[in-house]
């Protein structure tokens, strides 16, 4: 299903279709879409792995890790939520900042719930300005929801003073506490956000937890290996792309990805010396892609060069960027 679909598109899947029979869904069963929008580094992708319960999403402390939305899909008794990671919203420097600014923008119209993830710790930024702004213009009538990430960093009085400063800028359905790295928070939002969605039978299958493919998720965790180790620009100038993915046999996946980067410099620092900062950056994707596909991974990674990928349409689209 497309994640930018029209409201007349968003219907629920026929049985045939999804392979899941949605006749025994009770009548006041219910399900639908919510957008997960924020500013850079504020914890989105960090509470959509706690809520599913499982990592599909890559996350790091470096800002703008996500670039593209990502659907999570919670399959409860009685309702189906399925979640719209977005990347961060901020001021795009570059064709690939405004694709992933896009991708947020893209995910509200079509959203039945939005659930606005701020950092608690911190006063609004610019930035939150800018997502209150567009809340405004593109999902006026929308319950929003502001999930308040990171409460254990602060005090009550701080808490309420700076909820209290969030609420004035879109007067939200409700406000929800958070530790999305903790886990915290997670049941009360769900109990917030169920109530909110239309009554709909499911969306997608019951066993059904994300729409990417497993080839997607390994080259995004080659990438979040690349991110947690190397420093300052470097990880905002990498592109990862599998080139083969193949089972052989019942316990073994090979695995072969191209690690693309903008300078003759950066691929130095990709490399590192004798070629170990790779090797590093390998073992830890490999253990990351042995638990999502349940078998060995033999993982061979390449480094290439190509100058100023992030300004040129061509290579955006040709790396899953498709920036129009």
């Known amino acids: 299903m497309s994640q930018n679909q029209s409201d007349a598109d968003k219907q629920p899947l026929p049985v ?29 992708s960090t509470l959509l792995n706690a809520i599913l319960g499982q990592k599909i999403a890559i996350t790091a402390p470096k800002p703008q890790t996500t670039r593209s939305r990502l659907l999570g899909i919670l399959t ?13 919203i901020h001021r795009p420097r570059h064709k690939l900042g405004e694709y992933m600014v896009q991708q947020a923008v893209m995910a509200l119209p079509d959203a039945d719930v939005i659930l606005w993830i701020v950092d608690i710790a911190e006063p609004p930024f610019a930035e939150d300005e800018q997502i209150a702004l567009l809340l405004a213009q593109k999902a006026a009538g929308r319950p929003v929801v502001i999930g308040c990430n990171k409460v254990d960093l602060v005090n009550a009085s701080t808490l309420a003073e700076r909820q209290a400063v969030f609420s004035a800028l879109v007067a939200p359905t409700a406000l929800v506490t958070l530790a999305a790295a903790r886990g915290q928070g997670v049941d009360d939002l769900i109990a917030v956000l169920r109530p ?25 965790l080659v990438r979040e290996a690349v991110i947690h180790h190397l420093r300052e620009e470097v990880p905002h100038a990498v592109a990862v792309v599998v080139d083969e993915f193949k089972t052989r046999g019942p316990e073994m996946t090979y695995i072969a990805a191209t690690v693309y980067v903008e300078r003759e410099s950066q691929k130095g620092i990709v490399l590192g010396l004798g070629g170990r900062m790779l090797k590093q950056i390998g073992q830890q994707a490999r253990v990351g892609i042995e638990e999502m596909l349940e078998t060995k991974v033999y993982l061979e990674l390449w480094v290439k060069v190509v100058p100023h990928w992030r300004r040129d349409l061509t290579y955006l689209r040709r790396f899953g960027y498709a920036a129009e």
Do not use: C, M, W
């Open 16 to 44: 045939e279709t999804a392979g899941h029979d949605h006749s025994s869904a009770a009548p006041e069963h219910r399900a639908g879409f919510v957008a997960i929008i924020g500013r850079p580094n504020v914890g989105k």
């Open 196 to 220: 909110l969605l239309p009554l709909s039978p499911p969306y997608y299958p019951a066993d059904q937890v994300t729409d990417v493919q497993e080839r997607f998720i390994a080259a995004e």
């Open 76 to 88: 409860l008794a009685e309702a189906q939520i399925v979640f719209v990671d977005t990347p961060g």
